[in-house]
Structures are given as structure tokens and as C-alpha cells.
């Protein structure tokens, strides 16, 4: 596709579920980003692949966060149990790779909300 | 560790004003910088970048930023702010050579008044 594409775009489930969210990044992107958004707050860094390298999970905000992908196609972010805390726009972005940040392109984001 | 600061939680001004949203940082040397805008019910765009090089980047639909290294800022400016240019506003910094990660700021919402 010509940008990068997330789904679905709006979640809305109950405490304790799971929870899948999908990114497809822009074709012959080696790398991938997720962040989360949370109301009046700015996007906190969750996970980072880099083609096969193993991935950056430093942001993840607890063993109930996972992130999977599949060479440098989709990527699955994966939330169990959820919690109310975890409502908030989960944004995927991917990139060419090389210098930090260069050339990020965003997607629309997921807005998910637990009730 | 890095960090950004963007003191305005919210700006608003009329259409044809000039505008500056302020944005302060936290590194250890020169890191990357940069500004993205996030329009209603889309994603995030890249409006421009520093990497090195001349303090003063241009960006795209008429923005500015200098980057001024003894206030550890990265002010964004547009001399004649449209309607069309209310949305919130990320400062971002990242790390040379050592992470790709990228830290934002808590964003800036800008409302145009015609």
C-alpha cells in the first residue's frame, strides 16, 4: 500500500480480554515502530524492530504487552487481560531504516478503549 | 537519557498570525530533532527535521524551526498561520547513533480563529 496501514481502527472491548492490534508498514520497510498515545499525553515509545535483529522492547509497559513480526512485513501488537489504563491510540510507524527517526511515516492509528 | 518539553498545552490564534510553538529538549549533545503534526483522525506527518547544519530548517507548508543549542530549543514558526494548520503539534528528539527510537514531547493543539 502507499502509507502505512493499521487495524482495526477503533477497538472497543471489556477488562480482561485480549486484544490484537495489526500493522501493515510500507512495503521494503525494515524498520518498525509502535507507540501509544494516551489522552493529553504525548506518544510513549513501546516496541522497535529493525529487520532480523532481535527487537527493542524497553518501552513495553508490562509482560501483558507483546509484539510479533514477521521479517519486515505486519506486525501484531498484543494486549492480554486488558485494563482501563491501557485505553489509549496505539500509532504504528515504520521506516527505511538508517539515521534516527528518518523518514517515520505514521499510520492512523488504533483507538482502543476498555471498559 | 533524553527528553522533550513542550511547555503549551494549547495555542490559539487568529488566522493570519504568526505563530510560534515552543519546544525544549534534554541530551547530552546535538540529537535530532523534529517537528510532526498530527491532523484530525490522521496520522502523524513529518513537517521537518535537524540533523546538523544550518540552525534555521525549512519544512513543508510554510514552516520553520531553529534550532538553538544554549536554550536547548527547537521553536517552530510560521509567519501567517491558515485555517487549515489547527491540530496538534509533536516535538520529537532522537538519539545519533545510538537508538532510532524516538521521544516525544506531550504536543501542542493549535485552534485558528478565522
Known amino acids: 500500500g502507499a502509507g502505512v496501514s493499521q487495524s482495526p481502527s477503533n477497538k472497543v472491548t471489556e477488562k480482561g480480554k485480549d486484544v490484537e492490534l495489526r500493522c501493515d508498514p510500507i512495503s521494503g520497510h525494515t524498520a518498525l515502530y509502535w507507540y501509544r498515545q494516551r489522552l493529553g499525553q504525548g506518544l510513549e515509545f513501546l516496541i522497535y524492530f529493525q529487520g532480523n535483529s532481535a527487537p527493542d522492547k524497553s518501552g513495553l509497559p508490562s509482560d501483558r504487552f507483546s509484539a510479533e513480526r514477521t521479517g519486515e512485513s505486519v506486525s501484531t501488537l498484543t494486549i492480554q487481560r486488558t485494563q482501563q489504563e491501557d485505553s489509549a491510540v496505539y500509532l504504528c510507524?515504520?521506516?527505511?531504516?538508517?539515521?534516527?527517526?528518518?523518514?517515520?511515516?505514521f499510520g492512523s492509528g488504533t483507538q482502543l478503549s476498555v471498559l | 537519557a533524553q527528553s522533550v518539553t513542550q511547555p503549551d498545552i494549547h495555542i490559539t490564534v487568529s488566522e493570519g498570525a504568526s505563530l510560534e510553538l515552543r519546544c525544549n529538549y534534554s541530551y547530552g549533545a546535538t540529537p535530532y530533532l523534529f517537528w510532526y503534526v498530527q491532523s484530525p483522525g490522521q496520522g502523524l506527518q513529518l513537517l521537518l527535521k535537524?540533523?546538523?547544519?544550518?540552525?534555521l530548517v525549512q519544512g513543508i507548508k510554510g514552516f520553520e524551526a531553529e534550532f538553538k543549542r544554549s536554550q536547548s530549543s527547537f521553536n517552530l514558526r510560521k509567519p501567517s498561520v491558515h485555517w487549515s494548520d489547527a491540530a496538534e503539534y509533536f516535538c520529537?528528539?532522537?538519539?545519533?547513533?545510538?537508538?532510532?527510537?524516538?521521544?516525544f514531547g506531550t504536543g501542542t493543539r493549535l485552534q485558528v480563529f478565522p
Open positions: 535537524y540533523f546538523s547544519g544550518d540552525t
Open positions: 510507524a515504520s521506516s527505511a531504516g538508517g539515521a534516527s527517526g528518518e523518514k517515520l511515516f
Open positions: 520529537a528528539v532522537g538519539a545519533p547513533r545510538n537508538t532510532d527510537k524516538l521521544i
